[in-house]
């Protein structure tokens, strides 16, 4: 588990990181965010089972790239509720993400309940 971590880290890290490498300030959107998990995903090294991994390592990549980014239009005031808001919501976006993206698991049909129960 500790293993898949850091292998999961890795991928998701060194994405963001090519990204943010090329701008001036090394920091950028939530959108590019979620354009380096769509990218992630399609690389295809992720799985659902990664999901719990998969989330620390969006939440990782979102303080060290995008926490610091400056949101056009949003006062600086009411910046860090936008951007804690932004994080609170990365778990949902990697569950809708793993699956609209990834091929399903194929689910074992269900079968009546076992006899006397
Ligand atoms: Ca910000």
Redesign the pocket.
């Known amino acids: 588990m500790s293993d898949r971590k850091e292998v999961v880290e890795s991928i998701v890290l060194g994405v963001a990181h090519g990204r943010a490498s090329a701008l001036p300030n090394k920091k950028f959107s939530f959108a590019e965010l979620l354009g380096v998990l769509r990218s992630v995903l399609e690389d295809g090294r992720i799985d659902q089972g990664d999901k719990p991994v998969l989330t620390k390592a969006m939440q990782s990549a979102f303080d060290k790239y995008v ?5 056009p239009f949003i006062p600086n005031v009411i ?1 860090p509720w936008v ?1 804690d808001a932004l994080y609170a919501a990365i778990p949902a976006i990697v569950g809708a993400a793993l699956n609209s993206i990834l091929p399903q698991a194929v689910e074992a049909p269900k079968g009546f309940p076992p006899m006397g129960s």
């Open positions: 926490r610091d980014y400056d949101i910046e951007d």
